[in-house]
């Protein structure tokens, strides 16, 4: 069989199988998160900016935008998914270098509205788009990050799984929705190693164009059953060397949902490994941002890559800068939604530190990515004392996760400022709750 074969009939085969209670409950922990990143992002550029373009397709339709409008489906997909990816702090499956629930929930959630899912259902849509979809970002591996946003090229698998599932595709019509979402995906990274309001676009216009794959298949629109690993497929085009033999292995058997990683963290997530090193430094030391000489962050390459302003001259280019992020641990001991505030972005202690920050690729640090996101930070201080703390993983990584209070903890602490505490709270027990909902909330 074709990899888009092999991929549908595992997807077919979770629509009839009982799900793991241990899996229904990763599924709720992924839609959680999902939402703890949506609402910090409907005033995040360029949300707004695309609320406004899309005014036409709003106020009509079955499906909910985060901003509390009805929409169509496709245009709460594309809303909603920008949204999620917008403030940087959603999930992520590492193995893939993949933010999969950005794009994954956003349409499994527009066609769950439209065609009045069971939350049970809506869960099962969400799982089907994680497996799918990582799958297919694990066999593209390290030469397609290398120029691709795999959130955007591989979201839109996600997004055509998770919706295909909702529209209870056949295997046929599964095949046939992931070969037309591999004509639509797209994302590249050069789009945000300048300061653009491009990066969420990627999720949003993932969730939305794997919608209408999944739509123009359950309507009967046929795509190349080849398209990932035919000789000008997506695999030969977008990477090299992709062995899709063995793609669909372990679908509905081992699930990559119970592997996510959840930010503890805003910002850039190849950040993350050096956030925790410092502040795990200043927390054992006890020390003061004045008293540091010198810092020097080794991790490895896409980091630097990726978060790779220097000088940030902006609050989005701060999140994506490896020497900002780390000197504002130092300095105020954490990164959170404050840490991008303007006044804070040019917090004067935060930018004399950044002086005085080198950031370099560790050889073998770089050689264990993407399995691993490790980074070494050793603080060289006035008084000549050197400290060195490696940070093999990131809080949130399956190895160091967030507990369920502390996703909660996540979630009220970005949902509550635009929801209001009280309804942040009850839409929080309504989600630990979807397997036993017969509607989805709105």
């Not at 993949?98 to 869960?123: C, D, K, Q, W």
């Not at 490994?273 to 795990?280: Q, T």
Request: charged content about 20%; hydrophobic content about 45%; glycine content about 8%.
């Amino acid at each position: 069989m074709y990899a888009t074969q092999q991929l549908a009939q595992g997807a077919s085969l979770l629509q009839s199988q009982s799900l793991p209670a241990e899996v229904l409950h990763h599924a709720k922990r992924a839609v959680i998160d999902w939402y703890a990143s949506l609402y910090p992002g409907l005033t995040v550029a360029p949300v707004p900016q695309l609320v406004q373009t899309l005014a036409d397709d709003l106020d009509r339709g079955h499906a909910w935008a985060g901003i509390g409008r009805r929409a169509t489906a496709r245009t709460a997909a594309l809303l909603n998914g920008s949204a999620a990816h917008a403030a940087e702090v959603d999930d992520s499956f590492r193995d893939a270098m993949y933010h999969p629930g950005a794009a994954t929930i956003a349409a499994a959630l527009a066609v769950g509205h439209e065609r009045n899912s069971t939350g049970l259902g809506f869960l099962r849509s969400v799982i089907t788009g994680y497996e799918v979809s990582t799958r297919i970002g694990v066999a593209m591996g390290r030469p397609h990050y290398a120029f691709w946003h795999n959130t955007g090229t591989v979201g839109t698998f996600g997004a055509a799984s998770s919706a295909g599932s909702a529209l209870q595709l056949d295997d046929q019509g599964f095949a046939h929705a992931l070969a037309t979402a591999a004509t639509f995906a797209s994302g590249l990274q050069q789009a945000f190693r300048m300061d653009s309001m491009s990066k969420p676009l990627h999720a949003g216009r993932a969730a939305e164009a794997g919608l209408l794959a999944a739509q123009l298949a359950q309507n009967g629109v046929t795509g190349s059953l080849d398209v990932l690993d035919g000789e000008a497929g997506f695999g030969n085009a977008m990477s090299r060397e992709v062995d899709w033999s063995g793609v669909a292995e372990g679908l509905g058997e081992d699930f990559h949902i119970t592997r996510l990683t959840f930010k503890n963290h805003i910002g850039c997530g190849h950040t993350f490994a050096a956030i925790d090193g410092a502040l795990a430094l200043r927390q054992r030391l006890s020390i003061r941002a004045e008293d540091i000489a010198e810092v020097k962050v080794a991790t490895y390459k896409p980091a630097l890559d990726i978060a790779c302003y220097t000088q940030p001259s902006s609050v989005n280019e701060a999140r994506f800068s490896l020497s900002y992020v780390v000197a504002t641990a130092l300095t105020h001991g954490s990164v959170r939604l404050a840490a991008y505030e303007t006044d804070r972005v040019n917090h004067p202690a935060t930018r004399s530190l950044m002086q005085r920050t080198t950031v370099e690729v560790d050889p073998e640090l770089d050689a264990a990515f993407p399995k691993q996101r490790a980074a070494r930070i050793t603080l060289v201080m006035r008084d000549g004392t050197r400290h060195v703390h490696l940070q093999a993983n990131r809080k949130g990584d399956p190895e160091l996760p967030l507990s369920d209070q502390e996703l909660n903890d996540k979630y009220l602490e970005l949902a509550s400022p635009v929801l209001g505490q009280h309804k942040a709270q009850a839409l929080l027990e309504q989600l630990w709750q979807l397997d036993q909902l017969a509607e989805l909330p709105r």
